[in-house]
Nanobody, 121 residues
Framework: QVQLVESGGGLVQAGGSLRLSCAAS????????MGWYRQAPGKQRELVATITSGGFTNYADSVKGRFTISRDNAKNTVYLQMNSLKPEDTAVYYCAAEVVIRFYMSQEDYWGKGTLVTVSS
């Protein structure tokens, strides 16, 4: 099966930076889009950023200009560089990937277990 494992979360002061990583492992044909989502306490999960296999990116308005998503297709890994962090960025950050298990199958969505990012004021 496919596993997504996030790393890089932690506690940082406002204005600081963190870099999240998410590596996909297991047996699969290919990965299409990958992305990062977050869920703050008491709120719904929301999109942060996505990236296609070709490198096209999409960002939530709240993180544009501060966060950068990138990926290494050879390593099946997606990254999220977070700069100028704000207390409102505090959340559990989840990695997601659209995975094609076998070439004849449709893509399926897979999620990591999340990594906590806490930004202190």
């Amino acid at each position: 099966q496919v596993q997504l494992v996030e790393s890089g979360g932690g506690l940082v002061q406002a204005g600081g930076s963190l870099r999240l990583s998410c590596a996909a492992s297991g047996s699969f044909f290919k990965i299409n889009d990958m992305g990062w989502y977050r869920q703050a306490p008491g709120k719904q999960r929301e999109l942060v950023a996505t990236i296609t296999s070709g490198g096209f990116t999409n960002y939530a308005d709240s993180v544009k200009g501060r966060f950068t998503i990138s990926r290494d297709n050879a390593k099946n890994t997606v990254y999220l560089q977070m700069n100028s962090l704000k207390p409102e960025d505090t959340a559990v950050y989840y990695c997601a990937a659209e995975v094609v298990i076998r070439f004849y199958m449709s893509q399926e969505d897979y999620w990591g277990k999340g990594t906590l990012v806490t930004v202190s004021s």
